[in-house]
């Protein structure tokens, strides 16, 4: 671990926030803005990984209203779904109203410890039972690990599924770093280019619908007005991804363990959504966005009551050679 590390109390745009930093790593989360966290500086290189919030002004905003309704900056967690959905599972909660990309991106959290090397926020679920931790601790000064811990507190069993919702700051020059094992991706969002829902392409080179080549592994400027989601094949998982500038400079790198988090969407925005190009790298513990789907597909997280249930999700920064 970094002998130069600190954690202390900041604010971003007005709201009372946690930092913690290294010589090369600065993370910065709001608690009561759903544990967003907004800023992932690598002060090396001085490139902040995380958008801002340009496509409008930030506002809080209140439960259950639509994710493009806050200000479309930062990171983002997603639970107990993505996709807005009743909950599928027979029992006490069936049809109970899931909201668009979850809920606990809209609810305060709650600081449970400041140390020097982490950070430990809780959020109490809403539509379901359940508590949600996660504890983000310094590895390096160029690695941060977010643990996260689910735990079930009602009487009868859940489902509920988890994603990363990052949305970093890219531009032409950027490549979205794969492990060589992919080959193929699976389009979930039907698009212009894409077609229909379920079809797979190449990676990384593919022929959209008009009949044009793309490299999947680039994102295109904002006036483009489009975007586009795929998943890695549920039954070939992976343990990182990465986004580059270039062939070699900065990057940033998610890393996880395939067991506990065995799904990976990519999500690319060209101007759809937000003012600015952005991709999201979505590690994801269910096949895929919405709970209902994944549930139906059989690749959700399953809760027993009063048994906790972990995984992690390295962050890192770093320039040159991915390893």
């Avoid at 290189?45 to 919030?53: D, G």
């Avoid at 029992?91 to 090397?117: C, F, K, Q």
């Avoid at 770093?177 to 829902?197: A, C, F, M, Y």
């Avoid at 690749?299 to 770093?318: A, C, F, K, Q, S």
Wanted: net charge negative; charged share 20%.
């Amino acid at each position: 671990m970094s002998d130069t590390v600190r954690t202390y109390e900041t604010q971003w745009l007005g709201q009372p926030a946690l930092a913690i930093e290294t010589s090369s790593l600065r993370f910065v989360t709001v608690p009561g803005m759903g544990a967003k966290i907004v800023s992932l500086f690598d002060s090396r290189a001085s490139r902040e990984w995380l958008l801002p919030p340009i496509h409008r002004s930030f506002q809080p905003v209140p439960y259950g209203a639509p994710f493009v309704e806050q200000d479309m900056s930062g990171w983002d967690e997603m639970f107990p779904t993505i996709g807005a959905c009743p909950y599928p599972l027979a029992g006490r909660y069936r049809n109970s109203p899931l909201p668009d990309h979850g809920e606990v991106w809209a609810i305060p959290w709650d600081v449970e410890a400041v140390m020097t090397d982490s950070i430990c926020l809780s959020v109490m679920g809403r539509a379901l039972p359940y508590r949600l931790v996660r504890t983000t601790q310094v590895f390096s000064d160029q690695r941060v690990r977010l643990a996260f811990e689910v735990v079930n507190t009602g009487s009868e069993p859940i489902v509920a599924l988890w994603a990363a919702h990052p949305q970093f700051v890219v531009d032409d020059n950027t490549r979205i770093r794969l492990p060589e094992s992919v080959k193929r991706v699976i389009n979930v969002h039907q698009t212009r280019d894409w077609g229909t829902v379920g079809q797979s392409y190449p990676w990384s080179e593919a022929q959209a619908e008009d009949g044009h080549w793309h490299r999947l592994d680039c994102i295109g400027t904002a006036d483009r007005h489009n975007c586009r989601k795929f998943y890695l094949p549920p039954d070939e998982p992976v343990s990182w991804a990465a986004l580059q500038q270039g062939d070699d400079g900065d990057w940033i790198r998610l890393s996880w363990d395939a067991r506990s988090v065995p799904y990976l969407g990519i999500w690319v925005d060209e101007g759809t959504y937000n003012a600015a190009p952005t991709a999201a790298l979505e590690p994801a513990t269910g096949f895929y966005d919405s709970l209902d789907w994944a549930w139906q597909n059989n690749r959700v997280m399953h809760l027993p009551p009063n048994e906790p249930i972990r995984w992690y999700l390295n962050i890192e920064v770093g320039n040159g050679m991915i390893e």
